[in-house]
T-cell receptor, first 116, second 116 residues
Framework: KNQVEQSPQSLIILEGKNCTLQ??????????LRWYKQDTGRGPVSLTI?????NTKSNGRYTATLDADTKQSSLHITASQLSDSASYIC???????????????FGSGTRLSIRP | DAGVIQSPRHEVTEMGQEVTLRCKPI?????LFWYRQTMMRGLELLIY????????DSGMPEDRFSAKMPNASFSTLKIQPSEPRDSAVYFC??????????????FGAGTRLSVL
């Protein structure tokens, strides 16, 4: 069964600290993996997109890693800021392109809270 | 471009009533997606269109749900009759195409639906 599991469910850290969010998946065949940030009351915003050949991709203070062999991804946030408080959603696409809506699998997200 | 525009932002209705959600995708985007988000189930892809044609509606929960895209700049998601379990935030998203570089989906702000 195609699944995407994220951990932890929620996380609270102090401003300025680093943190790492995890995403494990069983989607096969694998096409790409995306990390989204969703602020409260808003739609998700894309942070990174990675294919199986990419190990690391950065977007400012956000760095995503992908291990296609172990089917794991992580999102590392450096020097956290209050504005990083949001839900972070891992999305894995299987197959080729948008061949099937059922092949776009969403994780349940990690709710991150940054405390001053 | 103003991004993906959804209306209304909030909708409160009584069980049994018809509800119509509207979406204007980003100009030039070939793909349009409708999602539903709840606390229990997270984000779910309901249906997506390519060049105004529905490609996959396997995520649509039941016949009470229908979606149309009469032209490249407008789509609707209709629920008739609505039920309390339909209460959720409904997001519309659009993207340029199937290639990975164009695979970023841009989300609207969502419509929060409450069915009493």
């Amino acid at each position: 069964k195609n699944q995407v599991e994220q951990s932890p469910q929620s996380l609270i850290i102090l401003e300025g600290k680093n943190c790492t969010l995890q995403c494990n998946y069983t989607v096969s065949p694998f096409s790409n993996l995306r990390w989204y940030k969703q602020d409260t009351g808003r739609g998700p915003v894309s942070l990174t997109i990675m294919t199986f050949s990419e190990n690391t991709k950065s977007n400012g203070r956000y760095t995503a890693t992908l291990d296609a062999d172990t089917k794991q991804s992580s999102l590392h946030i450096t020097a956290s800021q209050l504005s990083d408080s949001a839900s972070y959603i891992c999305v894995v696409s299987g197959g080729r392109g948008y061949s099937s809506a059922s092949k776009i699998i969403f994780g349940s997200g990690t709710r991150l809270s940054i405390r001053p | 471009d103003a991004g993906v525009i959804q209306s209304p932002r909030h909708e409160v209705t009584e069980m049994g009533q018809e509800v119509t959600l509207r979406c204007k995708p980003i100009s030039g985007h070939d793909y349009l997606f409708w999602y539903r988000q709840t606390m229990m189930r997270g984000l779910e892809l309901l249906i997506y269109f390519n060049n105004n044609v529905p490609i996959d509606d396997s995520g649509m929960p039941e016949d009470r749900f229908s979606a149309k895209m009469p032209n490249a700049s407008f789509s609707t998601l209709k629920i008739q009759p609505s039920e309390p379990r339909d209460s959720a935030v409904y997001f519309c998203a659009s993207s340029l195409g199937q290639g990975l570089a164009k695979n970023i989906q841009y989300f609207g702000a969502g419509t929060r639906l409450s069915v009493l």
